[in-house]
């Protein structure tokens, strides 16, 4: 916050430099690379508005400009893209310059994402104030995501070990991981997979009127709507899966592994793309679902109105989990560390948090694919200059062409959305890794037929996630950017009257 100062006894300049010079009014967290989400104000609307405020804004300015000569001196390349001010659009307030320029400490929410901040959209920043962006990967609480949502999981913890202790003290259930290869506690922890996911069929049914086989794998894709997160990936593979089995014989559909996709989420009011994304998941479901010869083998779901209530039913029941980001666009992920808390596979590509996730995890515990973050840009390039149908590939133009024949209906708005990949502008490189997507698919199939070597997995994944409490993320908080120290916990009363003792 930028207060301000009694006109008797600060000037306005020395105002705008108090602020500057000491930057103790508070500290930055990024949790974004994407330039759309890093938010400028036009200069007009703040004047409008706040003319105190813009008129700080522009003497910050004016001291950090000087900083900058004096730092690089006759480089004055420098001086536009490190502005607080936007001058090629409209003037326009950069808030995440202010941001940085204004506060003692920037953190990023994952490693990969910390190392993209001081690499690309803040890289000049970086170079002046190389200990300035440091990382605090996200965490999330277990008292949510396993004691509540999860009570068969969390009384297995407790049973194991002896006592609640975990609940605040994850590292506690490392201990469980000598268990993995036991055949009667993997036995244990199926059935209590199982309940869960009977908990969301019954949830299912009652809200999407859609009668699912508990049995088949639960495949789960629950997020914001965006592109970069590839919903639309995953989509396309649902049509691929679907034509892989149409077209076999009864006899050679027994040997697929049933599954059933979920996807959820939300998408911004004015997405055109995202929501054409939501049209083509129903759409591919209605066609799936009512297909006799291949509902019992495949059903796809769109999950209404995704939130933390219901995802505290859909997250137990998961037993795949999607996070299929384009490599460098997500800033970290906190679902993913929701669905490995409790026992779920990941497929997903190295962004984000997922490269953490497979660092304690073990990386042979999930299904990886896709681009690394370092090729991206090269691939994108590549893209441009390749002809359109060679570089979709023959799997993916049939899938194309199966949306332009109308098997799926709403033919107007589905080709509207297939042509944001298909026309050497495949930006989050959809087309590029689809072909490796199916690779981890294929992967998928063959652990999942193989029940000990599935729950294993589970196992591993599910008690080698203590990193990703918020405990430890907030405890990072404090001592490297709060500056507060912890205080001690008062021990519960023993007698009712000291309860309310004064």
Known sequence: MIRRPPRSTQSRSSAASDVYKRQVHGAYTNHTVLPEALEKWGVDLIGALLPRHLEIIYEINHFWLQKIEQKF?????????????????????????????????????????????????????HQLFPKKIQNKTNGVTPRRWILCCNPGLAELYTRVLGGVGWVNELDLIRQIEKKADNAEFQKVWAEIKLQNKRRLVKWVKSHCGITIDENSLFDIMVKRMHEYKRQLMNALYAIYRYFQIKNATPEERLNFVPRTIFIG???????????????????????????KEVNQYLKVVFLPNYNVSN???????????????????????????????????????????????????????????????????????????????????PILNQIFRSIEDNVFGARQELVALIDTIRNRNDYYLVCHDFVDYLRAQ???????????????????TAVRMAKFSSDRTIQEYAYDIWN???????????????????
């Open 265 to 291: 989420g939300k998408a911004a009011p004015g997405y055109t793309t995202a929501k054409r994304v939501i049209k083509l998941i129903n759409a591919i479901g209605e066609v799936v679902n009512n297909d």
């Open 442 to 460: 294929e992967e998928v199939d063959r652990c999942y037929a193989n029940p000990s070597e599935w729950n294993r997995r589970s196992i591993l």
């Open 311 to 393: 995802a505290e039913v859909i997250i137990p029941a998961a037993e795949l989990s999607q996070h299929i980001s384009t490599a460098g666009m997500e800033a970290s992920g906190t679902s993913n560390m929701k669905f490995a808390m409790n026992g779920c596979l990941i497929i997903g590509t190295m962004d984000g948090a997922n490269v953490e996730i497979a660092e304690e995890a073990g990386k042979e515990n999930l299904f990886i694919f896709g681009a690394l973050v370092d090729e991206v840009n090269g691939l994108r390039q590549k893209m441009t200059q390749k002809d359109p149908v060679e570089y979709a590939g």
């Open 484 to 502: 507060i120290a912890a205080c001690p916990t008062p021990q519960p009363a023993l007698k009712k009257e000291d309860v309310f003792k004064e």
């Open 73 to 125: 001196p006759g480089d004055v390349s420098k001086l536009g893209p490190m502005s607080l001010i936007e001058e090629e659009h409209g003037k326009r307030v950069r808030i995440a310059n202010l941001c940085v320029v204004g506060t003692f400490a920037v953190n990023g929410v994952a490693a990969l994402h910390t190392e993209l901040l001081k690499t690309t959209i803040f890289k000049d920043f």
